[in-house]
């Protein structure tokens, strides 16, 4: 009897073995399958919008602006809104709140946003890019940009401060310096958008006035940011978390890049130049900005300014005794000037604190080429600052400075004019240069008092704005060949730059040889508003950084910690302009260090990848020696820890984990519940088989000669 009770027991044992490795492996293989089939699963239920910018978080020492998500995102059925009357459905008539909105370009103004602002139905915002541009005009910057960080104030001008003189951007409703608690992302694509509106139509378009019915079309949107209240809150947080947290995670960054500079004659970087020495700074700035995330194309505000620059930096730099000039030349291509002049008061900043080569003394005279593509008549502006005027021994200086101008554009399509004496000076790099000393400068402008471009500041900034058009049937190579009249006209402007750059640095040579080149001045335009992936920027960039090259339209908003591409492409296409092809080997190149060369530390050299040789499909690379420097682009505030400061630009960007977009079916309240129940029902079921199955096993799992062996 005990050994048929033992070998009783140990058969149960077995059969319980048994059936928990049976539920294992039944398990393991559910969980495989849920591994394999989930990404098939979420296909099936949703389709992810790829094409897509989010509106962001940004702040600043007083407040912060832009757009977040909840923590997992926002969702709500969608509702199309192509006119002002569609809006009582969502914000009133609907039944199915919190409601979605896509939202055509034409109506995304600031009276209608701050109506979803106010509405608790609203859970987030899909506009889709308007074809052609609203012929009104866009511009969600602000009527008075920088204000508060330029020259004028109680102390300067006083009469000039906070635009009272002239309001310098009067289509400019503020709306993408607004703080909106709901996420708002930009349609770039309309296929996509095409797709929304069909899935809107078919589940969600109210019929006779009436609710439709469940599925409902929705949208989810995720992008919640880090950041709160303002730059000094989240600088705190970050900085504490770096203090005392072994994983430190930041919830802010400075906006920062780097500048972009040379020098007409090389000057030693590693030591300052002589204080007798004198130098004339040409400037503009690379940066734009809009309401959406890195979508800022900047054609008119920034790209067709700092295109004249570069053309005009080629132009002197063919000139055969620039180097036996008296006075040398410094080109100056500013970053982050859009959030309150990054780039320009860290190179003074850098200048008065003695870590620049150039000091404030050795500077002459400035001049800044500021938005010049969207000329009325050939006219350019000249701006000067009556302030600065009145000082004895600016006033013949700038007298100089206007005079060369004028003269250099006898003979050429441009008619230079200057402006009352008695107007300020527009939004402008040079602001920040005037605020540390009185020097003699002129801004150079498409536009007498408000600015001529109805898109400044927005995604509509394209090279549509600045009248960019090829003929139909060309090839990509044949475009970016291709001479429009905007690059003609630029080049133009350019060629008047630089022969009065020349006569101000004491050149006593015929000027009329001084030329800019249209072709060049069409294949930048092209690559900075068209697309950066063309031969001509593939043969000046080093290998290693052809992944910034692309075939979408580049953007040209400022970046935070990391090099961004416009900085890098100028940069590349100003050595490639300015410099000059030495023999020298890779290694020589990459290490001028080691070579016995006494100039080397005058020049920067670059390995670029060259064009491609035209019997194999192998590029030639070569070194250029240049001039060309970066220095950076980041406000003091962050360097001397002033996160308050209303001296210096104290903007940052929020952080933050995961931005998509997608759309979906969604079911009504009652069927996801009943769902949620049945779920619940089945589990309990299923965890009850389970404990029996596993209660029974041995009788369920014993073997047929199990009875003979016991009876026996």
């Not at 049976?22 to 990404?39: H, I, T, Y």
């Not at 289509?171 to 349609?187: Q, R, T």
């Not at 080397?600 to 030639?620: A, C, F, H, I």
Request: with cysteine; charged share 15%; glycine share 6%.
């Amino acid at each position: 009897m005990a050994a048929g009770a033992g070998w009783r027991m140990g058969a149960g044992a077995r059969g319980g073995r048994g059936a928990e490795t049976l539920f294992r492996g039944l398990l393991f293989c559910v969980l495989g399958c849920g591994f394999c089939w989930s990404n098939s699963v979420e296909r099936k239920i949703y389709i992810p919008l790829n094409k897509t910018a989010p509106c962001v978080r940004l702040l600043n020492a007083t407040h912060q602006i832009g757009c977040q998500s909840s923590m997992n995102g926002d969702t709500g059925v969608i509702h199309v809104v192509e006119k002002g009357q569609d809006l009582k459905w969502v914000l009133t008539d609907g039944p199915h709140p919190p409601y979605m909105v896509l939202l055509e370009g034409e109506l995304f103004t600031r009276e209608l946003m701050l109506q979803l602002k106010g509405s608790s139905r609203i859970s987030g915002l899909a506009v889709a890019i308007s074809k052609p541009s609203p012929a009104q005009g866009f511009s969600p910057g602000l009527k008075c940009p920088n204000d508060g960080f330029g020259v004028y104030s109680n102390d300067y001008g006083p009469q000039y401060a906070h635009c009272n003189w002239t309001v310098w951007n009067p289509l400019g409703n503020g709306l993408a310096y607004e703080d909106f608690n709901f996420p708002i992302f930009l349609l770039e694509d309309a296929n996509e958008t095409q797709v929304i509106k069909q899935c809107y139509q078919d589940h969600n378009l109210p019929q006779n006035g009436s609710a439709p019915e469940y599925p409902l079309c929705a949208m989810q949107l995720f992008a919640h940011m880090h950041a709160v209240t303002n730059t000094v809150t989240c600088m705190r947080r970050s900085s504490l978390q770096t203090a005392f947290s072994l994983n430190p995670e930041e919830v802010c960054d400075a906006l920062s890049d780097y500048n972009v500079w040379s020098t007409l004659k090389p000057i030693n970087t590693s030591s300052k130049i002589d204080p007798m020495d004198e130098v004339i700074i040409v400037a503009t700035r690379i940066d734009s900005h809009s309401f959406f995330w890195n979508v800022a194309p900047g054609a008119e505000s920034a790209v067709a300014s700092f295109v004249t620059h570069l053309a005009a930096a080629e132009a002197l730099h063919k000139v055969p005794d620039v180097q036996v000039l008296p006075r040398n030349i410094m080109f100056t291509f500013f970053q982050g000037e859009t959030f309150d002049y990054i780039g320009s008061s860290r190179m003074v900043y850098d200048m008065k604190m003695d870590k620049f080569p150039i000091r404030l003394d050795n500077i002459h005279s400035f001049l800044e080429l500021s938005q010049v593509a969207l000329r009325n008549s050939s006219l350019l502006w000249v701006h000067t600052d009556p302030v600065s005027r009145r000082n004895e021994s600016v006033q013949p200086q700038v007298k100089t400075l206007v005079e060369a101008l004028i003269s250099s554009s006898l003979g050429t399509n441009v008619t230079l004019q200057e402006v009352d004496q008695s107007q300020p000076l527009p939004p402008s790099s040079f602001q920040r240069f005037l605020r540390a000393k009185s020097i003699p400068g002129v801004v150079l402008a498409d536009h007498r008092t408000s600015f001529q471009n109805r898109y400044y500041q927005s995604m509509y900034d394209t090279a549509e704005n600045i009248l960019m058009k090829y003929p139909e049937g060309l090839s990509p190579e044949e475009t970016l060949d291709y001479v429009t009249d905007t690059a003609k006209s630029l080049a133009e402007v350019a060629t008047v730059v630089a022969r009065a750059l020349y006569q101000l640095a004491g050149g006593t040579g015929n000027t009329s040889a001084i030329q800019a080149d249209p072709r060049t001045v069409s294949r930048m335009l092209y690559g900075f508003l068209i697309k950066t992936n063309n031969s001509w920027f593939q043969s000046i960039i080093k290998q290693d950084l052809k992944g910034l090259l692309g075939d979408e339209p580049p953007q040209h908003y400022i970046a935070v910690t990391t090099l961004v591409n416009t900085t890098q492409l100028v940069q590349y296409v100003l050595a490639n302009l300015t410099g000059t092809v030495v023999n020298f080997t890779k290694e020589e190149c990459l290490n001028p260090e080691k070579t016995p060369n006494p100039e080397k530390e005058m020049y920067v050299y670059t390995w670029v990848q060259g064009s491609r040789d035209p019997n194999s499909t192998l590029r030639v690379p070569f070194c250029v020696q240049s001039t060309v420097h970066l220095t950076k682009a980041a406000s003091p505030a962050f360097e001397l820890k002033q996160w308050g400061s209303t001296e210096y630009s104290t903007w940052t960007e929020s952080r933050w984990k995961d931005i998509r977009a997608r759309i979906f079916l969604v079911a009504s309240k009652e069927l996801e519940i009943i769902t949620l129940v049945v779920g619940i029902a089945i589990l309990i079921l299923s965890l009850l088989a389970t404990y029996f199955i596993n209660a029974k096993a041995h009788v369920l799992f014993s073997s047929p000669g199990d009875g003979g062996a016991v009876a026996y």
